[in-house]
């Protein structure tokens, strides 16, 4: 099986800065894309940001220019550096790993699976 293990998250302020970190374990052999994606409550789960095993990236508008997504595939980690943070900002945020590819050479399954979720505040 595979998990994904989220940290970082908090209250700050608006203006401020958080960063968050997602560890996946288990028996990898790789992951194709990992990513971001947050709930504010009422609304539906979107994509924050996304990156694939070879650094190409994609953003929601709304975070384009105060979020950069980055990944160590050795660690199989993936990273969130949120400034300037907003109210709006406020959601739980979860990690995703999409095309994770785990077992052995000869014996392997793929899978997409999602971290607990780590909840950010943003007060104004």
């Known amino acids: 099986q595979v998990q994904l293990v989220e940290s970082g998250g908090g209250l700050v302020q608006a203006g401020g800065s958080l960063r968050l970190s997602c560890a996946a374990s288990?028996?990898?052999?790789?992951?194709?894309?990992m990513g971001w994606y947050r709930q504010a409550p009422g609304k539906q789960r979107e994509l924050v940001a996304a990156?694939?095993?070879?650094?190409?990236?994609n953003y929601a508008d709304s975070v384009k220019g105060r979020f950069t997504i980055s990944r160590d595939n050795a660690k199989n980690t993936v990273y969130l550096q949120m400034t300037s943070l907003k109210p709006e900002d406020t959601a739980v945020y979860y990690c995703?790993?999409?095309?994770?590819?785990?077992?052995?050479?000869?014996?392997?399954?793929?899978?997409?699976?999602w971290g607990q979720g780590t909840l950010v505040t943003v007060s104004s």
């Open positions: 995703n790993a999409d095309r994770v590819v785990a077992g052995t050479s000869v014996s392997y399954r793929y899978f997409n699976v």
């Open positions: 990156i694939t095993s070879g650094g190409s990236t």
């Open positions: 288990g028996s990898i052999i790789s992951i194709d894309v």
